[in-house]
Every structure is written in structure tokens, then in C-alpha cells.
């Protein structure tokens, strides 16, 4: 009995000899991209506070739903012409070399953090906000897109846990290096030492690309088929004949898609909600953040200690909860976890308004995102068509998430003049209406996934 008992609490984190390979290099491609994210996003935000100004976050949030539109149309194109992990290919090496190319800019002694005026017109800021919003808008999508196509079900309840643990261990690494080289760091070392990490991030995602090609090499072709029913009805679809309409209506058939179908619309809600709520935690930290630390050095190693207990906390979260919690729950009931968190973290911070209580939600909200409710949501796109992994997910990630972030930021901006207690009040009052708007939605998105799953369906067949 004793011998069944421990054979059963180790089958929890057990991974079969045949995948090993597979769940390996997925999860070193996760941790060295995740490595380069938690260097670069701590950057984004201190580097345009302190060369455009911090009061102008809202407008850049806004306008950079300009520049993701056509990088999502793009996108869907290079969805029909490439190989699924090609788009991986695509997207780590050309952010490889924005970010050579910026490092470079930004050690300019004019051009660059070395100047510290703050205004309006340094363009070299605005550009670089939205460079990083385009790495930020394709990150997750990437990834996950390809991982949902070579998984099912089954592999996903048993390895995605181990793939996030992969991304949180490299963030603790990237972004507790970066706390300690800037916290011990003069302003004039700071100020070389934010191009070396952006150098330092385009390497990693270099070795992303790597592993990606070493998995395609090592692995055999037939454990990279997925969800087989998606794939059968891939491998035998017919292609359209390229015509110019054919060609222009393929870059908008991922918004086609998530407006016809249900199931994908209802996704596209989570990630919605999930930003618009992040977006409003986010303001209030930001705000006290830039009142706090004058220099970019120093608001850097802010957000980069934020990154470091996001990360530690996401480890925690998905080697003890995340994978053990879809083996023994399964993904139905799992898809209830956060957005009862996110209750509960509302309902703290309505009964104890505080920055440091602002603070400790919005690291528990995206720690337990990161960890929890992102693989698990990536799950629903399992067994769906190629177009839903790719093209439709593409729509509900990258442009859900800009969506939500400029409502988000347009909520922000309109209680500018209102009263703290009335602009609380009114951000956890909108917050507590989305979750259990949640609620009501992963209930139904729980049932039509495990119906097809129990069909063998292709949920966009």
C-alpha cells in the first residue's frame, strides 16, 4: 500500500523515456525566450518613463494597437507560407536583431539612456516602446501556438506544467541577475549596462531558435503529430488557389473565425478580461514606481525585482500546483482556479487599498497567470483546426490583449480628475464584474472542449 502510495504521488511529475527529448527542448526554448522577456520588459517601461515621461504610457499603450494590426496581418500571411515551427524561426531571430540594433542605439551618448532629458520628442523611445510591444504581443503566441500543434490532451495535462517551470526558472535567473548588477551599479554603469542586457537577450532568443531546431531534428515525426484528429484533417485539406482575393481574405480569416465561432470568442474574453484587469493594477504600481526612483537604472532594477518574485512565485506555483493540478483535477475544473484567485485578490485589495497591497496583487495575479491559467487556456486550442492555432490565435492573444490594454488605458485616463477613492472604487468595481463574467464563460468553454475531445471532433472543422 505504502509502495502504491509514493508510486502514485511520483507519477505526478513523471515524464515517459519516449518524450523526454520532446519536453526537454520545449521547455529549454520556453526558458531561454522567457530569460530574454523578463530582461527586456522590465526596460520597456522604465527606458520610456525616463526618456518620453511616464504620463504618456497610457497614449503609447493606445497607439501601439496601430502597430500590432499589421503585424498580425502579417503574421496570418507567414501562417500560410511557413512551417509551424519556421513562425518560431521568424519571430526569435528577427527580435534578435531589433535587439542588436537597439543596443546600439540606446549606447548613444545623445540618442540614448545616457541622456537624461525627458520629453515628448524622443522618437528613439516611442520606437523602442513599440518594438518591445510587438515582442511582447507575439511571445506567448508563438510559443504556444506551436506547443497546442504538436500536443494533445493527454501530453498537455502531463508536460505543460514543465514548460512553464522552464520559463520560470530562466526568468529568476535573467531577471535576478538584473536586479543585483543594477542595484550594485553606479548611474554610469547602469547606463552601459542596459544595452549589454538587451545584447545579452538577443542571444537568448538566438538559442531559442537553436533548441527549436535541435527538436525538430531529435524528435521522431510520429510525436509531433498533436491532437490527430487536427492533424489528419490538415495533412488531407485541400489548399485554395492563390488568387489576390484568396491571398487578402487569408491575412483576416483569424478575426473571420474568432467572430463566427463561439468557442474562440470566448477565449478571446479571457485574455480581455484578464489585461483590461492587469492594465488598471498595473497604472497604480507604475505611478508609485516612477514617484519612487528618478533615474532608468533605477526604476529597472524595480521592475526587474518585480520580474524575480513573479517568476519565483510561478516556479513555486507550476512544479507543486500546475502539473500535479491537471493530472489529478484535469483541465475542466482547472479553468475555475484563477478566476477565483482573481476574486479573491479583488476582494483583498477592495477591504485593504494600499500600494504595497496594489503591489502584492498584481505580483500574485501575474504569477499565478503565468504559471496556472495561461497553460491551462492553452489547452482549449488543442483540438482545433491549424487556422484556430494559428491564425485566430494570433487575433485573440495579440490584438485581444491591445484591445483590452487600450480600454484599460482609456478607463485609466478617464479618472485622471476623479477622486482616489472614487477611481478605486470604480477600477474593482468593473474588475469584479469581468470575473464572474469569467466564471459563467470557462464553464462553457470546459464542456464544448471536453465533448470534442470525447467525440474526437475538430472544434472549426
Known sequence: MHDQAVFSFKSLWSVKREYRSKVFYLSLTFLLMSCCLVIWRPMKMAIFSKMVGAYLVPDAKLYSLLVVIPLILLYSKLVDWLRRHQ???????????????????????????????????????????????????????????????INNPKDARNYYGFFVTGSKIGGIVSAGSLY??????????????????????SCM????????????????????????????????????KATVWTSI???FDGLFIMIK???????????????????????????HADAQHTTVGGMTAYYSFYYFLINVIGLIISFFGTTPLLRLIG?????????????????????????????????????FNYALNHPTREVLYIPTTKDIKYKAKTWTDAFGSRIAKSFGSIFNVSLKSATPAFALLSSLSLSFGLTFLWLIIVYFLGK??????????????
Not at 117 to 122: G, H, L, V
Not at 223 to 240: P, V
Not at 270 to 278: E, G, S
Open 87 to 149: 513562425l518560431l524561426y521568424c519571430f526569435t531571430i528577427f527580435h534578435a536583431i531589433g535587439g542588436l540594433i537597439f543596443a546600439y542605439l540606446l549606447s548613444h551618448p545623445v540618442m540614448g539612456v545616457a541622456n537624461t532629458e525627458i520629453s515628448p520628442n524622443r522618437y528613439l523611445g516611442w520606437v523602442f516602446y513599440f518594438f518591445m510591444e510587438s515582442f511582447d504581443a507575439f511571445f506567448s503566441t508563438t510559443f504556444w501556438s506551436f506547443a497546442d500543434s
Open 180 to 201: 543585483l548588477l543594477l542595484t550594485f551599479s553606479t548611474g554610469s554603469d547602469q547606463i552601459t549596462l542596459l544595452p549589454r542586457a538587451l545584447f545579452t537577450g
Open 205 to 240: 532568443l538566438i538559442g531559442a531558435a537553436f533548441s527549436i531546431y535541435k527538436l525538430m531534428k531529435t524528435v521522431p515525426d510520429g510525436y509531433m503529430h498533436g491532437y490527430e484528429a487536427a492533424y489528419q484533417l490538415e495533412t488531407h485539406k485541400e489548399r485554395e
Open 249 to 251: 481574405k487569408s491575412a
Open 261 to 287: 465561432k463561439p468557442y474562440v470568442l470566448g477565449i478571446f474574453s479571457l485574455v480581455v478580461f484578464y489585461d483590461i484587469m492587469i492594465v488598471i493594477f498595473d497604472w497604480w504600481v507604475a505611478l
Open 331 to 367: 483541465i475542466r475544473l482547472s479553468l475555475f482556479i484563477f478566476p477565483l484567485i482573481c476574486l479573491t485578490m479583488l476582494i483583498i485589495t477592495y477591504l485593504f487599498p494600499s500600494a504595497s497591497i496594489f503591489f502584492t496583487a498584481l505580483v500574485a495575479l501575474r504569477s
Open 448 to 461: 464544448s472542449l471536453q465533448d470534442a475531445i470525447d467525440n474526437k471532433q475538430v472544434i472549426g472543422e
